[in-house]
């Protein structure tokens, strides 16, 4: 029997949605699976629902984006009831991401309003990463995990020295760098992210902001919060709330 496969936009960019639809593995999936709402590749975008309106099953619905109004709640929620695997795209659906920068007042990850089964991670998704995970959703697998922190793969990790106490007084490098971001004195999150995405804003030169959220689903903000604790934070850094303006708790 065919899987019966969902996509759906919240609040978002459409850049996770549209790097699934440029890969080869898309194709594999268009003809494998039976779509029950992809709203972005057809002309229904962006999705509505009243709110009396059931949906039809689907056995695996991703979700891109944060929620930052009712509709979008009940939509999730009836996703959520009609679905039997919720899959957070992305690093808005997961944490809030990039579009918690906003002053809007309401940004939420999928998971302060359900249950979700799984993440697929990055902003948007590394190729590679998303290729495997929609490989494994096809082919009913577990999706794809990793121990490995992104310093575990990072070309400037040798030269980070151990047991000393860093500063940290930047956000930015002022060159590029030759060495650990942190020996620079610049913030990475590279320790508490989890590799995969090819430590790709490193080799350009910057650091990492953590779009790919922890290994093996640990708890990121609390990982994040234990790792700032460990530094030697400037005043002005220590009051600078986008450190972890990817990955905060939802708005209580
Ligand atoms: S995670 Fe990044 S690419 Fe995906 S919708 Fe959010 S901002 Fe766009
Ligand atoms: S902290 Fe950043 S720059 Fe340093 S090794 Fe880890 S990922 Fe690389």
Same mark, same amino acid.
């Given at each position: 029997?065919?899987?019966?496969?969902?996509a759906?936009?919240?609040?978002?960019?459409? +850049?996770? =949605?549209s790097t #699934?639809?440029?890969?080869?593995?898309?194709l594999?999936l268009? %003809?494998?699976? *039976? @779509?029950?709402y992809?709203?972005f590749?057809?002309?229904?975008?962006?999705?509505?629902?009243?709110?009396?309106?059931e949906?039809?099953?689907?056995?695996?619905?991703?979700?891109?984006?944060c929620?930052?109004q009712?509709d979008?709640?009940i939509?999730l929620?009836?996703l959520?009831?009609?679905?039997k695997?919720?899959?957070?795209?992305?690093a808005?659906?997961?944490? +809030?991401? =990039?579009?918690s #920068?906003?002053?809007?007042a309401?940004?939420?990850?999928?998971? %302060?309003?359900i *249950? @979700?089964?799984?993440?697929?991670?990055?902003?948007?998704?590394?190729?590679?990463v998303?290729?495997?995970?929609i490989?494994?959703?096809?082919?009913g697998?577990?999706?794809?995990?990793?121990?490995?922190?992104?310093?575990?793969?990072?070309d400037?990790?040798?030269?980070?020295?151990?047991?000393?106490?860093?500063?940290?007084?930047?956000?930015?490098?002022?060159?590029?760098?030759?060495s650990?971001? #942190?020996d620079?004195?610049?913030?990475?999150?590279?320790?508490?992210?989890?590799?995969?995405?090819?430590?790709?804003?490193?080799?350009?030169?910057?650091?990492c902001?953590?779009c790919?959220?922890p290994?093996?689903?640990?708890d990121?903000t609390a990982?994040?919060?234990?790792?700032?604790?460990?530094?030697?934070?400037?005043e002005?850094?220590?009051t600078?709330?986008?450190i972890i303006?990817?990955?905060?708790?939802?708005?209580?």
């Amino acid at each position: 029997m065919k899987l019966k496969f969902s996509a759906i936009s919240l609040n978002s960019c459409n +850049g996770c =949605i549209s790097t #699934l639809t440029c890969l080869d593995v898309f194709l594999n999936l268009v %003809k494998s699976a *039976e @779509i029950v709402y992809f709203p972005f590749v057809e002309d229904s975008y962006p999705y509505t629902i009243k709110e009396e309106e059931e949906l039809e099953y689907s056995d695996v619905t991703l979700v891109e984006g944060c929620v930052t109004q009712k509709d979008e709640e009940i939509l999730l929620k009836k996703l959520r009831k009609a679905s039997k695997k919720i899959i957070a795209l992305g690093a808005c659906a997961m944490f +809030g991401g =990039i579009e918690s #920068l906003s002053q809007n007042a309401r940004k939420d990850p999928l998971s %302060k309003i359900i *249950e @979700i089964d799984g993440a697929i991670p990055g902003c948007p998704p590394p190729e590679n990463v998303l290729g495997a995970s929609i490989l494994s959703l096809i082919e009913g697998r577990n999706l794809p995990e990793t121990n490995r922190n992104l310093c575990a793969v990072c070309d400037l990790r040798p030269k980070l020295e151990k047991f000393k106490t860093i500063r940290v007084d930047k956000l930015q490098p002022q060159k590029f760098p030759t060495s650990c971001f #942190l020996d620079e004195n610049v913030l990475c999150l590279g320790p508490v992210t989890r590799e995969g995405c090819d430590a790709k804003c490193i080799k350009v030169g910057l650091p990492c902001e953590g779009c790919m959220g922890p290994p093996n689903g640990l708890d990121y903000t609390a990982n994040v919060i234990n790792f700032l604790s460990t530094l030697e934070l400037s005043e002005k850094l220590r009051t600078y709330e986008g450190i972890i303006f990817r990955l905060r708790r939802p708005r209580t």
